[in-house]
């Protein structure tokens, strides 16, 4: 948009404030939805429990909600394709917390930033007319110095200003008293604006902070597709995580039969037991790595226990899992018994303790 200065004294200055005006209301509802996202991440991390620690937090409330909601569709994009589900947990809680009591928070947090912006603009206002006064500036050193003042609480690009910075100000008073009186109308516009945009515009800026802090490595444990819980992405070293689970979760069978490895893979690297890279070629698990890369970079350490965690959703999920994978729990995949004792309740307390 040009801008055309047509007369001097106060209709000039009045056509300078409207310009200003003009570029700054917009900068003032951007940097407004910017803070707004970061205040709304910064206090989901600390009033969401699954997003106020790390990634390990994050997977343990992951597998509560699951276990919770008892959706097989759900576990199954879980084990299959983890970072997307992760990717639909964020974003869910984030509609939760901005339709639920976050709701309100927002509003205040609105206000605390409009009253931050509205008094940073009055200083700078008042600041760069009191030193221009004194120096008898110019419009465009008055400029430089109210972009100054204004510094990073206003993301402004002073270059947006050049057309009206070879305007004269006489009066610079007037100027002041100008801006002033503008700027309740414009914070007004502003909240106008800022009501009349959709807050789901924010989630996935919010979802990517989140995920940031709660980054880490997303391989899979090739046997039974545990996460990795290294919270560097493309870490050195090997790949591990301190719990496997039964390769069943994963639709692993025995060599040429239809039946289930119920087994842990990491009690199964403990064992002479063999597992079938190819048709022909048959690798001892004790010496896994000789798999290949996927296998070669897994630190998987031999280890009896399993947590009941996954022994409960074996049981509980056992026709699915046969419909699924097309397999059955017989023969050395018969389930024990003492897996179907354990009760969901028991698994989430566990959990819980963690
Ligand atoms: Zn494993
Ligand atoms: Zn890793």
């Known amino acids: 948009m040009s801008f055309k200065i047509s007369c001097q004294g106060a209709t000039s200055i009045t056509s300078f404030v409207d310009f200003l005006w003009h570029k700054l ?81 927002i509003k205040t ?56 910075e070879h305007q004269e100000i006489k009066d610079m008073e007037f100027l002041k008293e100008a801006m002033s009186t503008a700027l309740d109308p414009a914070m007004k516009k502003v909240e106008q604006n800022f009501s009349s945009r959709n807050i789901d515009e924010m989630f996935p800026e919010i979802g990517k902070i989140l995920s940031k802090h709660l980054c880490g490595c997303w391989k899979q444990c090739p046997f039974c597709k545990a996460i990795c819980t290294n919270t560097i992405p493309k870490h050195d070293g090997d790949h591990s995580v301190p719990f496997h689970r039964p390769r069943a979760v994963n639709g692993s069978n025995w060599y040429r039969t239809d039946h289930f490895v119920i087994d842990c893979c990491s009690s199964l690297v403990a064992s002479d037991r063999l597992f079938a890279l190819t048709d022909d070629c048959n690798i001892p698990y004790k010496n896994y790595r000789k798999a290949g890369r996927n296998f070669a970079t897994w630190n998987i350490t031999p280890d009896s226990s399993t947590q009941p965690y996954w022994k409960w959703f074996v049981c509980h999920f056992r026709t699915k899992l046969e419909e699924k994978y097309q397999l059955k729990f017989a023969n050395r995949g018969q389930i024990p018994d003492e897996w179907a004792k354990i009760t969901k309740q028991y698994v989430l307390d566990e959990l819980k303790k963690q």
Not at 62 to 73: R, V
Not at 109 to 126: E, G, P, R, V, Y
Not at 127 to 148: M, P
Request: hydrophobic content about 35%; overall charge negative.
């Open 25 to 105: 209301t917009p900068a003032v509802s951007d940097t407004i939805w910017e803070k707004m996202i970061i205040k709304i991440t910064g206090d989901m991390r600390v009033t969401c429990p699954a997003f106020n620690g790390n990634r390990a937090n994050l997977e343990k409330h992951i597998l509560i909600s699951l276990a919770e909601e008892e959706n097989f569709d759900n576990y199954w994009q879980y084990i299959h394709d983890p970072e997307s589900f992760f990717r639909t947990y964020t974003e869910k809680h984030i509609k939760m917390y901005c339709s639920g009591k976050g709701g309100e928070k």
């Open 109 to 164: 947090f609105f206000k605390i930033c409009l009253d931050d912006i509205k008094n940073a603009i009055l200083s700078a206002t008042h600041e760069s007319t009191a030193v221009a006064k004194d120096t008898s500036s110019t419009a465009s050193e008055w400029l430089d110095l109210f972009c100054d003042y204004l510094g990073n609480k206003l993301i402004f690009p002073r270059r947006d200003l050049i057309s009206i």
